[in-house]
């Protein structure tokens, strides 16, 4: 039985190909919001570090009704980092709107998130968006996309799939790629969303199925499963049953207090939803993602749930043990850290977090840095203080070898850089697979080790001169590609506990690059710079100028410091050196030596060296 009044899709695309904003259009040109209603860009990024960086980091849903057809929306991340969430939202749609960049063309997160959708046999209308660019080349792409399509085995009914040419910023879609420009609304879009994808089936009549695809928490309601229903109804108060593909001893069951439909980029209480409906519900405090709801009492196999990708980095947590721990932060016990870290668990299922040997540390594991530097912020925010180790790979043993993962590269940048940035890579065992002309830019693709990328985003900036476009995803795993030297330069450790002063800052950076201002409170063993020389050098920015009774010309002249450049959290992560960690408090990041004392750091050392 299908629902024809109804159609689910999720928006797939690379990382800022403009899937929000051409949600935000399809929400008010559908009527969503009132007309004199104040709406900030981009409104389906709601949270803070998602509008600070313009990125989706989690899959959010939202509907508009057009033409009387309800149209069920899940907006996708597209950084490679947060594949699991496309991955798991893909089980409740019936086709995917496939976002390709007029100018930028197909890229690595274009390829993953098309090869997801072609497994699932989904409908696909494909949407090539940003047709305004000055730089586009629509032509081409189409091309592109076509090519893309053979090469992932697209069937024949997939390659024969609809194409749109929109402009999200202006909202106006287009049949005719030869005049991309020429639409004025997004009815074209509409239409073809109607037409070609299909309705979801089920039976509002048969025994309850519902696949929780993707948990969520409120704080009036606490946790919140979210899913469609493949068959069946779902009423508020109705007891329900729990069971899992992948776990069949896992049976259990409760009670659902509330059920939400999903209205506009809001949430609607409902008294009940039927098959086919994207819903939101509460009260069963133990649902988990790819958990099925079934009918209490009634005979019924749980859905299949697809098996997440295994996490790539890893990065060690504990609690924080500088000489200003517990100073800046409101939670900073191990007890505090491991319970947050184990709540994200419930809605990230890209993430795995273990118990370490000592009951201050916890391994958390991820699909990259980004993953995981966005979990540190957002704890950060929240007050959490902590430590953070240096990210390194997850290795895997096949056939008595080690195999590590590797990354597909693709790179844009201006021909005159082209040479730096192959130097570079070359070193950190890239292999070049790939070269074009693109417009005036030059496009490389290369395979290298995962590890090879970590440092390699600032100095890819300043090689480039700002210009250059990195785009990495995962690409199975490989033979251990032996030793990479990473960071080259040497780290500036302050020698004595105080508040940085001029004179000794003045004195410092004499010797490298300074990362602390004048007033700035310092620890014995706290990375205060780097140098270009590889070795280590200990420093004293708390050192005072020696006063005496005699006057000379020139001895109080003002002493000039260096602007001093704050490192992100990102650029913090990319500096660590192996025997260094990162002090994550809410105030402050604090680059720091392990061993903070400096007799015993250098007895290490040695005996190492030995």
């Known amino acids: ?30 009527g969503a919001f009132r007309e004199n209603q104040q709406v900030a860009e981009r409104v389906m990024d709601s949270g803070d570090i998602e509008r600070e960086r313009g990125i989706t980091i989690l899959a959010k849903n939202c509907s508009c009704v057009y033409d009387g057809i309800k149209i069920n929306i899940v907006d996708t991340p597209g950084h490679a980092d947060f594949g699991g969430e496309v991955e798991r939202v893909l089980k409740m749609v019936n086709g995917v709107l496939l976002l390709v ?33 000055p730089d586009a080349r629509v032509a081409e792409v189409i091309d592109e996309i076509l090519e893309l399509l053979m090469d992932l085995g697209a069937t024949d009914e997939q390659l024969d799939s609809p194409m749109v040419f929109c402009s999200g910023r202006n909202g106006t879609a287009s049949y005719d790629w030869t005049g991309a420009q020429s639409g004025t609304d997004l009815k074209p879009l509409f239409e073809t969303i109607i037409k070609y994808v299909d309705p979801p089936e089920g039976d509002p009549d048969a025994p309850l199925q519902l696949l929780v695809s993707s948990v969520d928490y409120n ?10 229903i493949q068959n069946g ?19 259990w069951t409760g009670r659902v207090n509330k059920v939400f439909d999903f209205k506009a980029n809001g949430r609607e209480a409902v008294d009940e939803a039927a098959a086919g409906d994207i819903v ?35 990065m060690t947590f504990s609690v924080n043990d500088s000489p200003f721990a517990g100073q800046e932060g409101k939670y900073v016990t191990s007890r505090q850290i491991r319970d947050r870290l184990y709540r994200e668990l419930l809605k990230d299922v890209a993430l795995k977090v273990e118990d370490s040997a000592t009951t201050e540390a916890f391994r958390v594991m991820g ?103 990195m785009n990495t995803i995962f690409d199975g795993y490989d033979v251990w590609q032996g030793d990479i030297a990473t960071r080259s330069s040497g780290s500036l450790v302050s020698w004595e506990t105080g508040e940085a002063v001029t004179y000794g800052l003045f004195n410092a950076q004499q010797r490298g690059t300074l990362l602390v201002l004048p007033g700035e409170r310092v620890y014995a063993g706290e990375v205060v710079g780097y140098t270009p020389t590889g070795e280590d050098i200990t420093v ?15 001895s109080d002249d003002a002493l000039r410091l260096v602007p001093v450049t704050k490192l992100s959290m990102e650029a913090c992560l990319e500096f660590l050196a192996a025997d260094e960690l990162l002090e994550v408090t809410p105030e402050s990041l604090r680059i720091r030596k392990r061993i903070l004392d400096h007799d015993q750091r250098m007895k290490a050392l040695s005996k190492k060296k030995g």
């Open 1 to 30: 039985m299908t629902q024809e009044n109804l159609r689910n899709i999720a928006i797939i695309a690379h990382v800022d190909h403009g899937k929000t904003t051409l949600v935000d259009q399809m929400l008010k040109q559908s």
């Open 101 to 133: 960049d007029a100018a930028e063309g197909c890229l690595p997160q274009t390829r993953f998130v098309l090869q997801k959708a072609l497994q699932q046999n989904l409908s696909l209308v494909i949407a090539v968006n940003k047709v305004d660019r």
């Open 219 to 228: 704080d009036y309601v606490g946790r919140m499963g979210v899913g469609r």
């Open 233 to 251: 109804r779902l009423k508020v108060g109705q007891q329900v049953q729990v069971c899992d593909w992948h776990d069949p001893d896992l049976h």
């Open 280 to 314: 939101a519900f509460a009260g069963l405090t133990e649902i988990n993602i790819g958990n099925t709801l079934c009918e209490a009492g009634a005979e019924t196999t749980p859905l299949p749930f697809l098996k997440i990708n295994d996490p790539t980095v890893e």
């Open 367 to 469: 699909r990259g840095e980004m993953h995981l530097s966005i979990l540190i912020e957002t704890m950060r925010r929240e007050g959490y203080e902590l430590q953070v180790s240096p990210p390194h790979v997850l290795t895997r043993v096949e056939d008595g070898k080690t195999m590590e993962p590797m990354e597909r590269v693709v790179i844009d940048v201006p021909e005159s850089y082209q040479g730096a940035v192959m130097t570079a890579l070359g070193a950190r065992k890239a292999l070049l697979q790939n070269m074009q002309l693109v417009g005036s830019r030059t496009r490389l693709e290369f395979r290298m080790p995962s590890r090879g990328l970590f440092g390699y985003r600032s100095q890819f900036l300043t090689d480039t001169h700002g210009e250059g476009v």
């Open 540 to 554: 004293n920015v708390c050192k005072t100028k020696h006063l005496t009774n005699t006057r000379a010309s020139g």
